[in-house]
């Protein structure tokens, strides 16, 4: 009796086992998607902070109707481009135009998508508005909170610290002025923030040479390696800044989504403290997808192109090709339109940017 | 790929039903996720995280994903999994933090997804009439003030060997930062600098230990005799004692003002993680952040909450906690280690108790004794980088070998040079070398004469950490009885008293015998039973 049974199980698992590799290598027909569409697993790795976008059910099922089962691992943007057998994945969606560029350069993609952009901003808090009003690096202006580069980098350079700002009774803290960035050498925000640093300092002109880049590379260093340990991903940093509070991360760099995506949520998630801070000047992260194969390429083209998945991007804060969808999406969401940004600046050249985060990379 | 696994475990469930037979084997749900056969996440963790089992038992029920684990410490454990050791092995790993561990050549490569799972200061846990007579139940000392404190003679505290434990590591790192008065992260210019300072701080250390939770268990036991002040340990720990019955006085928490460096439990995936187990992570640590996990965690761990929404209950009062810059080269935070050892903290003074009895000559056991005294003399070159090097006898270190068989042998004092070590160690080497083995086994007779020694040392309590350490391979079969010996312990000054006796449990050894010893004195058994004698005294390293 015992040994029947076995034999059919062991028969019932081979099968199992050869139904697991069909499916495994990506096939599947057992009923997934459209009638009488299979359904293919497509595996990408992303900047983490486009995680809540692809963790949204609405969004997998928007995939998925149209035949995709996508799967995400994180990793920093700039990270992604050394990580081995990196062409195994069917497509890579680092989250700037240089990040791209640095993975074009070392792996043959077969297509690049920008389905949406980001602005990068300062999350903060009211409190260290007030704290920090003396020094100017934040001011409104018309309304609109302003992280201003210029003023930053001067407090950076005097080594300001918290408790030493005239009439600061509201954040007395012995540390450092310093915005808390992810790891520059790992991830894109940073790289971001260093893009419009480099500016301010380069006498508000984009790095465009070497001696250029040489020159601005002390005070670059300052802000990235005065902080400490930093976290390898955007995410991170947010997720302290939403629940640990101004004492570990009073101001953090972020995407403007990943704060209109929690707004939009309307979970509490932002509280009344909580503000953002538009830096001036301003620079775009601009998420762009590499595909290696092609069922990458399609997911590319769909976030493109799909009026829904174009539309729950801006559900989750990012701002699609349409204003006005971004426009309408917030209406309807009962969140301020955040401000249309004029002082926009470019990113240095991936070379120049690459120059600059290889130069802080030796002093650490 | 659900759905796959669904059909599959569904056709074993036919072919159970069909032949009628029960089986050992779970079957799936239609699900697909859930009851039935969990994926096992195989997790290489620090001890830190062990009292999760609640949470993680409630895991396996909601996503069926089974957590084993493997500890091993903060340090130890980083550089395995830098080097790739734990690649194949683990999944995935979980310490209290990764900023160790992403200091380290080769670790980026390994590690894929970080997910953050609750949150712990490592703060001071105050007496309360010691807190309110500093005036800390009302206004958070920073470091600075707590230094004074502790030169002035109104605090003393424990804490655990930065070495070994995290939560030490993180409080010498914070106690360096801060007191340097940078604000910024610490350079090695400045921990020189600092030096003074920090030799003042930690003047006022009078328990160390391998583990946070040893650590609250020596400092439970040492109650009464108002030695210690306080402890630095998480938060978390500090909350549990508090609710727990072991104290006669609750402890106050402080957070220093001028900040903390916290521990922020990353679970984190392994690169080399077969997909199965991606998605089995993936399952894990989302719900790991759901509410429901969180509070769960908060309610049975008192650790911080780490998603939004989630409030943090009353226990935990409204302070900001302000964090730390931590380190970002490896250089200085292994120099600050080395700088601890080596002239900040208080030196150790030990007495190694080594059974060199007639049934030491069997199975190899005298050199495998001579082996594992040789990794703290450096004679084995394992210890120009990895955090072994820290096991070496120390300098201002004083080491005392006192062999024993049917009596003790008469004791030979060594104290490192904090100039010129080397010397030093390898006449301790001379002697480890020379040990012969033959005669009867008199543990508690040696071990009385262990403290008689201690008592008659240069080196008083107050300027040392003294514990004695019993390596032996049978029971008791000459000399004293315990009996005896709990009459002499019972009749010694506290100061000695307060000396631990560390055992090992190695060959035909009596486990009870030692445990009882071990509760007599407040230390604790190490087990070698299964081979490895060199890891369990680097390990007792960790309480010197």
């Known amino acids: 009796m015992k040994r029947t049974v076995g034999i059919v199980l062991a028969v019932l698992l081979a099968i199992g086992v050869v139904a697991a590799v069909v499916i495994g290598s990506g096939m599947v027909g057992l009923g997934g998607g459209v009638a009488g569409r299979d359904v293919v697993v497509v595996r990408g790795v992303i900047g983490s902070e486009k995680k809540p976008f692809f963790d949204d059910p609405e969004v997998q099922q928007i995939l998925r109707d149209n035949g995709y089962d996508v799967q995400v691992e994180t990793a920093g943007s700039r990270q992604i481009a050394t990580l081995d057998n990196l062409t195994d994945y069917d497509f890579a969606f680092p989250s700037s135009a240089p990040a791209a560029e640095r993975i074009k350069r070392a792996n043959k993609t077969s297509g690049a998508f920008t389905p949406f952009s980001s602005p990068m901003a300062v999350a903060t808090y009211t409190p260290i508005e007030k704290a920090l009003k003396p020094t100017g690096v934040l001011t409104r ?216 985060i290889v130069g802080i990379e030796k002093q650490y | 790929m659900r759905r796959a696994r669904a059909l599959i475990a569904g056709l074993v469930f036919v072919a159970v039903t069909i032949t009628g037979c029960s089986f050992g084997t779970t079957t799936g749900n239609s699900s697909g996720s859930g009851s039935g056969d969990a994926v096992v996440l195989k997790v290489m963790a620090g001890s830190e995280v062990k009292d999760l089992e609640p949470v993680l038992q409630r895991a396996k029920e909601v996503t069926g994903v089974e957590v084993a684990a493997d500890y091993t410490g903060t340090l130890t454990g980083a550089e395995q999994i830098a080097a790739g050791q734990a690649d194949g092995t683990y999944d995935a790993v979980w310490y209290s ?110 328990l160390t230990s391998g583990s946070s939770g040893w650590l ?80 769960l965690i908060q309610e049975q761990t008192a650790r911080r909450p780490v998603v939004p929404g989630v409030k943090l209950d009353s226990r935990f009062g409204t302070t900001d906690l302000i964090e730390l810059p931590f380190p970002n080269r490896r250089e200085v935070v292994d120099g600050l280690i080395n700088a601890y050892m080596q002239d900040l903290r208080r030196p150790s003074q030990t007495v190694y108790v080594l059974d060199v009895s ?15 005294m040789s990794s703290l003399t450096g004679a ?6 990895g955090v072994d090097r820290f096991a070496t006898f120390r300098a201002r270190e004083t080491v005392i070998l006192m062999p024993f068989s049917s009596r003790p042998q008469t004791p030979q004092t060594f104290t490192i040079p904090t100039k010129g070590g080397e010397k030093v160690r390898g006449q301790i080497q001379a002697a480890i070398d020379g040990l012969t083995a033959q005669g009867d086994t008199s543990i508690f007779t040696s071990v009385e004469e262990a403290y008689r020694v201690l008592e008659r040392s240069t080196v008083s309590s107050d300027q040392a950490f003294n514990s004695i350490v019993v390596l032996t391979d049978g029971q008791n079969t000459s000399g004293q009885s315990f009996g005896d010996l709990q009459a002499h312990y019972e009749s010694m000054p506290n100061d000695l008293k307060a000396v631990p006796t560390f055992s090992i449990v190695f060959g035909a050894s009596d486990r009870g015998e030692l445990e009882q010893l071990a509760d007599l004195t407040g230390g604790r058994v190490f087990d070698a039973t299964s081979g490895d004698l060199t890891a369990a005294f680097r390990e007792i390293r960790g309480y010197q």
Do not use: C
């Not at chain 2, 220093?256 to 080399?272: E, H, K, Q």
């Not at chain 2, 084995?380 to 980088?385: A, D, H, K, L, R």
């Open chain 2, 216 to 295: 609250a268990d020596a400092y439970v036991n040492q109650q009464g005799t108002d030695r210690v002040d306080a402890l630095i340990n998480y938060e978390s720990v500090i909350l549990e004692l508090n609710r727990g019955d072991r104290l006669t006085e609750k402890l106050h928490v402080v957070i220093p003002a001028d900040g903390v460096v916290t521990a922020d439990y990353p679970l984190t995936l392994l690169r080399s993680a077969t997909q199965e187990k991606k998605d089995a992570y993936t399952r894990l640590t989302d719900w790991l952040r759901t509410p429901e996990a969180q509070q």
């Open chain 2, 380 to 385: 084995q070159g394992q210890t120009s980088q």
């Open chain 2, 358 to 372: 007639g049934s030491m000559n069997s199975r190899g056991r005298l050199d495998e004794l001579k082996k594992a």
């Open chain 1, 141 to 356: 202006e018309n309304g609109v909170l302003i992280f201003d580069v210029d003023k930053y980098l001067k407090a950076v350079d005097q080594g300001l610290r918290w408790d030493k700002i005239p009439k600061n009774s509201t954040y007395p803290a012995s540390k450092s002025v310093l915005v808390t960035t992810s790891d520059v050498r790992k991830s894109n925000s940073a790289a971001m923030f260093l893009s419009v640093a480099s500016y301010v300092a380069n006498g508000n002109n984009v790095v465009s040479s070497k001696a250029q880049a040489t020159k601005v590379l002390p005070q670059m260093t300052r802000i990235f390696l005065d902080q400490g340990y930093s976290e390898s991903s955007t995410e991170a940093p947010f997720e302290d800044y939403l629940s640990l509070g101004k004492g570990k991360t009073p101001m953090v760099l972020a995407y403007e989504a990943q704060f209109l995506d929690r707004q939009m949520r309307g979970d509490g998630s932002i509280t009344d403290e909580m503000v953002l801070a538009y830096p001036k000047p301003e620079v775009l992260s601009k998420h762009t997808v590499l595909a290696f194969k092609d069922p990458g390429r399609e997911v590319g083209r769909l976030l493109s192109e799909d009026p829904q998945l174009q539309r729950l991007a801006a559900v989750h804060g990012f701002r699609p090709q349409s204003r006005q969808v971004f426009t309408d999406v917030l209406k309807e969401r009962k969140v301020a339109a955040p401000p249309e940004l004029v002082d926009i600046i470019e990113p240095p050249a991936y070379e120049m940017l690459e120059a600059m």
């Open chain 2, 97 to 206: 933090s990764n900023r160790y561990l992403s200091l380290l050549e080769g670790s980026s490569s390994r590690l894929s997804t970080q997910t953050k799972t609750m949150a712990s200061p490592v703060v001071l846990g105050v007496r309360e009439s010691v807190a309110r007579k500093l005036g800390w139940d009302t206004k958070a000392p920073t470091w600075k003030d707590i230094t004074t404190a502790v030169k002035n003679g109104s605090l003393t505290y424990g804490m655990t060997d930065p070495s070994a434990s995290n939560s030490g590591f993180s409080a010498l790192v914070g106690v360096a930062t801060a007191l340097s008065g940078g604000g910024a992260a610490l350079t090695q210019k400045q921990v020189d600098a600092a030096a003074p300072q920090l030799r003042e701080f930690f003047s006022g250390q009078k």
